[in-house]
């Protein structure tokens, strides 16, 4: 049975493929290549993240996957199309979606750092600073629909 646009499973492999604006100019060359060491360098982040408890996964996926999109095709399909990064990708592509399991992860490892930065003697101001900061973003985490 082949699926269409409107049945609420499909999913496009490239969601930005029809767009409402003119056609984008093609990059020069020099941009195309700095977007792509970029994306590179960002997926290389996110893929550290994966292992690394504190270092973000979600947002350099995210970066590496729009600039792949404005230099490199086959990278960005790569992305879309992984079995850690797709869904991920998909999710925020319809509507800013997160996980529950990302919103916990992302909790507890923030928590834990935050537990660190006050219990290893860091500067009061800047546990303070952190902790204030990991907090809004763990708000605005949580207010963010979930697929």
Not at 20 to 47: K, N, Q, S, T, Y
Not at 65 to 76: G, I
């Amino acid at each position: 049975m082949a699926t269409t646009p409107r049945d609420p499973d499909h999913v496009d492999a490239n969601p930005h493929a029809a767009t409402d604006g003119p056609p984008l100019r093609p990059l020069p060359w020099p941009v195309r290549w700095l977007l792509l060491a970029f994306a590179v360098l960002c997926l290389v982040m996110g893929i550290i993240g994966v292992i690394v408890p504190g270092l973000p996964t979600t947002v350099f996926i995210l970066m590496a996957a729009w600039a792949a999109a404005r230099s490199s095709p086959r990278l960005y399909q790569w992305l879309w199309n992984h079995r850690l990064f797709g869904p991920l990708l998909r999710n925020w592509a319809q509507g800013g979606k997160v996980s529950r399991r990302a919103k916990w992860s992302a909790a507890i490892f923030m928590t834990a750092s935050a537990a660190v930065l006050w219990m290893g003697g860091a500067r009061t101001w800047v546990a303070a600073v952190a902790s204030a900061c990991m907090a809004c973003v763990l708000v605005w985490l949580w207010l963010r629909p979930e697929p």
